[in-house]
Structure formats: structure tokens, C-alpha cells
């Protein structure tokens, strides 16, 4: 059973990884300290591991007890994770300070666009991080806690999991065509699945049999995940407000419009490095968009 958390502790690597490459590759600020907290969590989950399987070890955690390997490796861990929190702060320090002029030239002075496209990152990352932190809960307590005689294990697998990726898709979908019928449907059910996760921490630790405890391996892990999983959905609550608010004040056509133009530029300088440089092959009107002038058409 312990074999499921090395498997989500990799797979928080590389979501991690994805964080970073997509937040460096796009400017993003927003993303870059969401990566610099994911990997917080990820240090928090470590220290989680260690105290389960050496300070406060359970039965079955207990046969690492004597495996001295094993304890190098966690503690070799930790070690890393916490260098690596301390290089990220510097980090995303230096890269906010960069990525932020960067935003400022593509959004321009216009500071109602600039605080729309603010919530809409804050939301795609939120998403995002609301993916995995539910899904990785979800196997967890599919694989560890329920049996395959119970019909919750089958509900969990084959309905919770699914159709969570899909809302959350849908998500997506009604913030980048901002989509207000659909924005209300994800806001409602978003706002009523803290219930489930309250109902779900209660479970775990009250009225419990100490001889048949189901929880008794996965109870720390649990908790922590369905901790940052309600904090989560409680921010996504607020910021798709915001979100939703902000509608209709033309982000949606100004991304499109700096998508096209921007689109046209590279095209432009493809048939410039190839020697083409015949009239009907460079649009002049799209010079604004160079390195120094690049910046949203908003206002």
C-alpha cells in the first residue's frame, strides 16, 4: 500500500515540473509562486511520511523501522525539498520582478484589464492545482481505504474521479469563452463540495473502531490532502466570482485579438528568415508587436 505514495510523490514531481516549464514558458507570476507553494506541500507531505513511518509509526509502517536505507533516503529528501523551497522563494522573487514588466507591456495602462487578466491566471492555476490535489485523494482513498466489495470504491473509481476531471474541463472551458450559465453551475457545485470534505474528515476520526480501523495507515495523508483540497475549492470559490464579475469587459476579445496579431508576427518573420521579403509577405502594422512594443491592444 505504501507503494501509492512514492507513486503520487512522483507524480507531484512531475505535475511540479509542468508548473514551472508552462509558468516560465508563458510569464506567468501567478503560476511561478502557485510552483513555489506546490513544492512547500510537497516538503509538508515528506515530513508527513517521515513521522509516519518512524515517530509515530504504525503496525503495518513499522517493518521500516530497522531499514536504515530507507531513512536516509527520507530524511535525504526533506533535506532536498527544503533548499529547494528556499532556491524557489529567491527565484520566483526575481522572476516576478521580470515576468511583471513583461505582463505590464503586453496589458498597457488599462488597470481594469489588467486586474481581470490578474483573476483569470489566479483561476486557470487554481484549476489546475484543484486537479490534482483532488484526483491524488481520490486513488488514495479508492485504492487504500475502500474494498472492492463496497459500492463507494466503484462510485469513487468509475463516477467521483471522471467527473471531476470533466467539471473541472468544463471549467476551463466557460473561463476562456466566458461562458456566465455554465460559470454558475461550476461556482454552485464548487461551493457545495466543501460538505462532502467535511463529511469525509469527520468520518475519519470520530466513532472509529481502533480494531477495525480502515483509516489507520492513511489517516495523516488523507487529512492532509483533503485540507489543501477544501482551501483550495474555498479560493476557487472566490476568485471564479471575481472571474464571473469581470465578464464581458472585453479580456476575452483583447487575448484573441493579441493571439491573431501575435500569430502574424512570427509568420512574418518566418518569411523574412527565409528571404522572402516581397510586399504581400510582411504586414508593417504588426511591427508593434517586437520585443520592446509587445503588449495587448486593450485600451
Known amino acids: 500500500s505504501f507503494i501509492v505514495y512514492d507513486v503520487i510523490f512522483i507524480v507531484a514531481q512531475l505535475f511540479l515540473l509542468m508548473l514551472c516549464w508552462e509558468a516560465v514558458a508563458h510569464k506567468n507570476t501567478i503560476q511561478i509562486i502557485a510552483a513555489t507553494l506546490f513544492n512547500v506541500m510537497c516538503l509538508i507531505y515528506s515530513l508527513i511520511q ?124 466557460a473561463l476562456k469563452v466566458e461562458n456566465k450559465r455554465v460559470m454558475i453551475v461550476v461556482i454552485v457545485c464548487l461551493g457545495l463540495s466543501p460538505a462532502y470534505f467535511i463529511y469525509k474528515l469527520v468520518r475519519m476520526n470520530v466513532n472509529i473502531d481502533k480494531n477495525n480501523d480502515p483509516y489507520l495507515d492513511s489517516r495523516k495523508y488523507l487529512t492532509f490532502f483533503i485540507v489543501v483540497t477544501l482551501a483550495l475549492i474555498l479560493v476557487t470559490v472566490y476568485v471564479s466570482i471575481q472571474c464571473y464579475r469581470n465578464f464581458g469587459i472585453g479580456l476575452k476579445e483583447g487575448i484573441a485579438d493579441y493571439d491573431a496579431r501575435k500569430a502574424q508576427l512570427k509568420a512574418n518573420r518566418a518569411l523574412l528568415a527565409s528571404g522572402n521579403k516581397g510586399e504581400s509577405a510582411v504586414d508593417s502594422s504588426n511591427y508593434e508587436y517586437t520585443e520592446v512594443h509587445e503588449r495587448f491592444v486593450l485600451e
Open 50 to 173: 517521515y513521522t509516519t513511518f518512524y515517530i509515530r509509526p504504525s503496525t503495518s509502517a513499522g517493518i521500516f523501522q530497522k531499514d536504515n536505507d530507507m531513512r536516509v533516503l527520507q530524511i535525504t529528501t526533506m533535506v532536498v525539498y527544503s533548499l529547494c523551497s528556499v532556491a524557489f522563494a529567491m527565484l520566483t522573487w526575481e522572476l516576478y520582478q521580470l515576468f511583471g514588466w513583461k505582463t505590464y507591456k503586453k496589458l498597457g495602462a488599462n488597470l481594469a484589464l489588467r486586474r481581470a487578466y490578474k483573476w483569470h491566471q489566479i483561476l486557470l492555476t487554481l484549476l489546475k492545482l484543484d486537479i490534482f490535489f483532488f484526483i491524488s485523494y481520490s486513488v488514495q482513498l479508492a485504492t487504500l481505504v475502500l474494498r472492492v466489495s463496497d459500492p463507494e470504491t466503484w462510485v469513487q473509481i468509475g463516477v467521483v474521479i471522471p467527473g471531476s476531471v470533466v467539471f473541472l474541463v468544463l471549467s476551463f472551458w
